[in-house]
């Protein structure tokens, strides 16, 4: 590849990241013109952004740890740092070996090698999965950093525009290219043990047309025509926020509106406890409420979140049929997308464990945890919020 001088363009950072997450169709075209290096984009773009997700696993596993079952765990602040350096360096190798894969592949989709070109691909399409790697500071919300997944959207979008290939044959080099990238990053992650010893000109496709699946193997699939109006919806949220930074408001419900959502009882349960605080910045932010409930030697919390203007990613989930799932001797955990809302599910029959949680309007989190007789109690408490409440405060 060429490696030489950095060339600067004329697109910030911060713009070029709202961009190609909220207009990619239109952001792509313009990233095909501009004249950079591979060292210019890697240090001024890739090395920036993929620090997210390692900065935000290392804060959230020091700050809260990672719970099991109602197990939670809190690595020494030195393996943390060691996981974190680990996770930095494989991100920034994994750009390199994406963009080498889609050189490589793009004379047999009808395309022109081009290691500059490739190189963006692999670096722009990877700013979802850098971006969404956010939620991983707070650990109810970290299963959606699956919205990464975005940047399979973005992938197919970019490589016929950059990579010069049909567009009817997007869709196979998308795949292939996933494909072989999965196989590669295997034996890149194979890797991190070690490593942690050491430390101790084709037309922009019509995607207004576009519908259908793409099945990527290991992965799941992605609805594209979802995927488009998901990524119209964030364009809107975009638009509030910046009004809302404009005028000195916040896009963020009241916490005081959230906390009265929290019934005094659920079934046999009484609320003891109630508390909500909330955190903006030009429009940026959130706010929260969370009430304990205890009957007898059961207990649970119910947590609220509005995510605001940052919880438009939750419309990806919308466009994926996420689905997990685990058992156990004594209980699963599960994940899936239920009429555009991703519900998470955990329960352990041995100690009555578990937590129950999904997203509501796209921003909203309710959360309910703790040692319960049945995961229904859990499934009781989040309902007894009202989904239909959250979803007429966006209104």
């Keep these: ?49 993929a620090a997210i997700p390692a900065l935000a696993h290392l804060i959230g596993s020091v700050a809260f740890g990672y719970s099991f079952f109602g197990v939670t ?26 963009a080498l894969i889609i050189d490589w592949l793009a004379p047999t989709f009808g395309g022109i090698k081009n290691n500059v070109q490739a190189f963006k691909v692999a670096a722009y399409s990877g700013t979802a999965m850098w971006v969404a790697g956010i939620f991983a500071i707070i650990p109810q919300l970290n299963v959606l950093s699956i919205l990464g997944l ?44 070690p490593i942690a010893g050491l430390f101790g000109s084709s037309v922009t496709p019509n995607m207004s047309e576009i519908s259908g699946k793409m099945n990527v193997p290991g992965i799941g699939s992605v609805d594209l025509g979802k995927m488009e109006a998901a990524s119209k919806q964030m364009e809107a949220t975009a638009k509030k926020m910046e009004a809302a930074a404009a005028n000195g408001t916040s896009v963020a419900v009241a916490p005081s509106a959230l906390q ?32 304990k409930y205890e009957s007898g030697e059961n207990h649970f919390d119910i947590e609220v979140t509005d995510m605001a203007a940052v919880g438009a990613l939750t419309a990806m989930g919308a466009a994926m049929n996420v689905q997990s799932n685990r058992q156990t001797a004594t209980g699963y955990e599960k994940t899936e997308t239920v009429d555009g809302r991703i519900v998470t599910e955990e329960w352990d029959s041995s100690d009555g ?43």
Excluded: C
């Design 150 to 193: 975005y940047g399979l959207y973005l992938l197919y979008l970019g490589l016929p525009v950059l990579m010069k290939a049909p567009d009817d044959k997007a869709m196979s080099y998308t795949i292939v290219t996933v494909l072989a990238a999965i196989v590669i990053f295997f034996v890149l992650g194979a890797l991190s043990t």
């Design 260 to 291: 009265a959502l929290l019934p005094e009882t659920v079934g046999n349960y009484h609320r003891t406890e109630v508390e909500s605080q909330s955190m903006d910045a030009g429009g940026v932010g959130g706010s929260r409420a969370e009430a």
């Design 73 to 98: 765990w809190r690595p020494s602040i030195g393996s943390a740092i060691s996981m974190a350096i680990i996770q930095y360096i494989l991100a920034l190798v994994g750009v390199f070996v994406l």
């Design 353 to 395: 464990d578990g937590s129950y949680s999904t997203t509501v309007a796209n921003r909203f989190m309710v959360k309910a945890e703790g040692k319960v007789a049945s995961i229904n109690d859990l499934k009781a408490a989040v309902a007894a919020i009202g989904p239909d409440k959250l979803e007429a405060m966006v209104n």
């Design 1 to 49: 590849m060429n490696l030489g001088n950095p060339i600067s363009t004329p697109t910030s950072l911060g713009e070029r990241v709202k961009a190609i997450l909220l207009k990619p169709r239109e952001e792509w075209p313009k990233i095909d013109a501009e004249p950079v290096t591979v060292s210019g984009l890697f240090t001024s773009y890739v090395m920036i952004l």
